[in-house]
């Protein structure tokens, strides 16, 4: 799996995006087995694969069939079990950044009219800057935008549009990699190099490292936060069989 870790780390990520196409045919059948479970694509393997770079690399983590990491069976189970997501009559929703592992389940949905933005993405259907979203005020009642707030300049700004797009009694998904042994959320504009932001920031294309501050960030774009630590939500056993991050705390972000 050297080179798959090589092209990983180094190709762009819209040529990643098409080669994951190819990939998730051939990969699955090598790791056939029922110890690990991926409750998006509802199949077990022996393992999963390992993702993330030099500094932030873990292993076991990556489905090979819908490439799900834990962040997305996370928020796959939270709106199963936590939202009205899947039930409610209808629903506007705007996925920024949009995961494949949730693209074509989402479109299928008949209760969701679903939109799809980022900046360059080729599988989105609209493409914008998230610091100036063109699209009119108080329109969505969902929106998800995950692992996207330590790549923008302007976090505040790009939270603050967002909510605004979105109606009153809305609420949002906006997980981010966070360090949870850090009180304070790390910037550092004099960081440039690549080299550099992966070893401070995690990956090589991070502006920041989100601390344990980032619901305050979400409060100052004007949003209400409530807390959803993995350890509160599921058990030993169910955290292991889905491979989640036990440290992580999933954050919804409401509009009152």
């Not at 998800?144 to 976090?155: L, S």
């Amino acid at each position: 799996m050297g080179l798959y870790k090589y092209l990983l780390n180094t190709l762009p990520r819209p040529l990643l995006i098409r080669l994951s196409y190819p990939f998730k045919l051939i990969v699955p059948i090598l790791y056939r087995g029922n110890k690990t479970h991926c409750p998006v694509c509802e199949r077990s393997f022996s393992k999963f694969l390992s993702y993330g770079s030099e500094v932030a690399h873990r292993k076991n983590v990556l489905c090979p069939h819908d490439l799900t990491l834990e962040r997305h069976r996370l928020m796959w189970l939270f709106l199963k079990e936590k939202t009205n997501f899947f039930s409610a009559n209808k629903l506007n929703v705007l996925h920024i950044a949009p995961e494949q592992c949730f693209l074509k389940k989402f479109k299928k949905q008949k209760n969701l009219n679903y939109l799809t933005g980022d900046i360059e993405s080729p599988i989105a259907d609209i493409h914008f800057d998230l610091h100036e979203i063109p699209l009119e005020n108080d329109r969505f009642d969902v929106v998800f935008c995950n692992h996207v707030m330590e790549h923008v300049k302007d976090p505040i700004r790009c939270m603050t549009e967002l909510h605004r797009v979105m109606k009153k009694g809305g609420w949002a998904i906006m997980q981010v990699p966070q360090d949870h042994q850090r009180e304070e959320t790390y910037e550092d504009a004099s960081i440039v190099s690549p080299k550099d932001r992966e070893i401070h920031f995690w990956q090589k294309d991070h502006l920041r490292l989100f601390g344990k501050d980032y619901p305050k960030w979400l409060e100052k774009a004007g949003f209400e936060v409530d807390h959803f630590p993995v350890t509160a939500l599921y058990n030993e056993q169910e955290i292991e069989k889905y491979r989640l991050q036990k440290s992580e705390i999933l954050y919804l972000a409401n509009k009152k």
